[in-house]
């Protein structure tokens, strides 16, 4: 006569199936999805997020004409770089693509508010999700990013990462990268940005082509202000740097507010959070 298994046992084994299945499914999906090598010394020449913008314009019978230049990451003010990565991944040199602990936080945030809206991701995964995904929102592509993020850790160094995003990161309708985020806002090249300047464009990431410095909103301005003041906390800016930025900023921000005014960021569109 046989013996039955215990539950125990049975459920041990189930799980121990299902786990075979996952990592069998996380081992298609690396080899299934693109390889980050080349772009170690080369730029894409176009990325998703370019092609799914050209797509809506095409919806609407426009045509869009992207506005791009490379620049290298050494030309890019100190001050500047660190304001995006205070802004978008605070944690970026010391993770390995996904931060748990900002994932974590996330997760307990839609939980308590029963809705999908803080993303939590690293600068490596917003590169993988403009690089190749584009700004769909599902889980599948969340898991996508995942893995897509973890690869591009294992084949670049961090600086690499950090120049790409820089480069190929939306900055408004039609512009990517910061170099022609900075032209466009501000009429100067990213080597010549201001730290003012800098925070500006480091706090508008989440939905550039929301922001309008002519009529800048409260959530642009209330976000900009934060940005400042914690830089200075961090000890990246000095109390005269950091006045004569305040200063500078009050006046970048200075002009009327739009009719539909926001206190909050909307939703974010570049992120493919919201």
Do not use: C
């Amino acid at each position: 006569m046989r013996r039955r298994r215990s539950p125990l046992k049975r459920g041990a084994l189930a799980a121990l199936a299902a786990a075979g299945v996952a990592l069998g499914a996380v081992v298609a999906l690396w080899l299934a999805l693109p390889d980050p090598a080349p772009l170690a010394h080369s730029a894409p020449v176009t990325t998703a997020l370019i092609e799914q913008r050209r797509a809506e314009a095409r919806a609407r019978r426009r045509t869009l004409r992207p506005e791009r230049a490379w620049i290298a990451l050494e030309r890019i003010p100190p001050r500047v770089v660190e304001a995006v990565i205070l802004s978008e991944d605070a944690r970026f040199f010391g993770h390995e693509g996904i931060d748990w602990e900002a994932t974590r936080e996330a997760v307990g945030h839609d939980l308590a508010h029963g809705q999908f809206s803080r993303g939590g991701s690293t600068i490596t995964q917003q590169l993988a999700k403009n690089l190749w995904l584009g700004t769909e929102k599902s889980l599948f592509r969340k898991l996508k990013e995942a893995v897509l993020a973890y690869k591009l850790e294992r084949t670049l160094p961090k600086k690499r990462i950090l120049a790409l995003y820089l480069n190929v990161a939306e900055w408004g309708d039609g512009v990517f990268g910061i170099e022609a985020g900075s032209l466009a806002r501000f009429g100067v090249g990213a080597e010549d940005l201001s730290v003012a300047q800098g925070v500006v464009l480091a706090s508008m990431l989440p939905a550039p082509r929301r922001v309008d410095l002519a009529r800048p909103s409260t959530w642009i301005k209330h976000r900009s202000r934060r940005l400042l003041d914690r830089m200075a906390q961090a000890g990246r800016l000095s109390p005269e740097e950091h006045e004569h930025a305040a200063a500078e900023l009050e006046r970048i921000l200075a002009g009327p507010r739009p009719e539909e005014d926001e206190e909050e960021p909307p939703e974010e569109d570049a992120r493919g959070e919201g």
